[in-house]
């Protein structure tokens, strides 16, 4: 297990766009898929996005359209660039190794083994 540490919350504005960082503390970044997470107070967590080995990319049907997830290895850092924000996007965000499906009719993103770290806070208001 390794220390994954999450930045780049904040408070934005209904249509704005943020760009989350992953990063890991000590140690590289595992070549395992990695996943974006979140989870808004009184709900469960909620994948949300999910970078393969192979650089594929899997979203949640709720937000694909306004997400992009994107690996740089030379940075050590997996990134998750969000666009269009909405009040509903408020959540802690984590980053974690994860088990990433697609189907014709739903894409699936798992937490793997994960050691939570803080999170980094996205609060969207007007």
């Known amino acids: 297990q390794v220390q994954f540490v999450e930045s780049g919350g904040g408070l934005v504005q209904p249509g704005r766009s943020l760009r989350l960082s992953c990063t890991t503390s000590?140690?590289?970044?595992?070549?395992?898929?990695i996943g974006w997470f979140r989870q808004a107070p009184g709900k469960t967590r909620e994948g949300v996005a999910c970078i393969g080995r192979s650089g594929t990319t899997f979203y949640s049907a709720t937000v694909q359209d306004r997400l992009a997830i994107s690996r740089d290895s030379a940075r050590n850092a997996v990134y998750l660039q969000m666009y269009n924000l909405k009040p509903e996007d408020t959540a802690l965000y984590y980053c974690?190794?994860?088990?990433?499906?697609?189907?014709?009719?739903?894409?699936?993103?798992?937490?793997?083994?994960?050691?939570w770290g803080q999170g980094t806070q996205v609060t969207v208001f007007s």
């Open positions: 974690a190794p994860a088990r990433c499906f697609k189907t014709d009719l739903a894409t699936t993103i798992f937490p793997n083994d994960a050691s």
């Open positions: 000590g140690t590289t970044l595992p070549n395992d898929p």
